[in-house]
């Protein structure tokens, strides 16, 4: 573990303005047996991914100041959203799964060439209200259950909803 009381010469890096990507063109995937992946389209939001630790106080009486480890890691709660389409098939299937309050895997896949995938407990769905100028939606709620597979460098594959993250280049477990 690194000391603070060491000598310490923080030194500035050299910094070159970037662009940031944009969330646009995300797609997320989701698969009942981690073979077979469909798209879920019209999806407006899916939540945080990843997880993060609890942290455990490890300050005894001989400290001064508090000390800590990380504990255990823990998931988000997740809220999938999103805009009804009646004729996909896919997204019907996935709101019944959501109904069956179902275990499902699921992959989101960014612009950027990186992808995650996780399992979720789905827990429900809700349909949110609704007035005469507003697109008719649906709320799916779950939980994350483990830890995140982390993918990078990844491209389309033809066009038929992706390949849920089999091959490109396998990150670590996250």
Do not use: H
């Not at 949110?128 to 799916?140: C, G, K, Q, Y």
């Amino acid at each position: 573990m690194a000391d603070l009381n060491v000598n310490l010469t923080p030194a500035r890096y050299a910094y070159t303005p970037t662009d940031a990507i944009v969330g646009g063109e995300t797609q997320v995937q989701y698969s009942t047996d981690g073979t077979t992946w469909k798209p879920l389209r019209g999806v407006t939001a899916y939540g945080d991914s990843g997880e993060t630790a609890s942290f455990i106080d490890q300050t005894t009486i001989e400290d001064n100041e508090s000390r800590y480890l990380a504990g255990k890691s823990d998931t988000p709660d997740k809220t999938f959203e999103g805009y009804l389409y009646p004729a996909d098939t896919d997204q019907q299937n996935f709101l019944s799964l959501a109904d069956q309050k179902a275990n499902v895997l699921m992959s989101i896949f960014w612009k950027s060439g990186n992808a995650v995938t996780f399992i979720v407990a789905l827990g429900g769905r809700v349909d949110p209200e609704t007035n005469a100028e507003s697109l008719l939606s649906w709320r799916v709620t779950g939980k994350q259950s483990g830890k995140c597979k982390r993918w990078s460098g990844l491209t389309v594959n033809g066009g038929n909803g992706g390949n849920g993250g089999n091959g490109g280049n396998g990150g670590n477990g996250g």
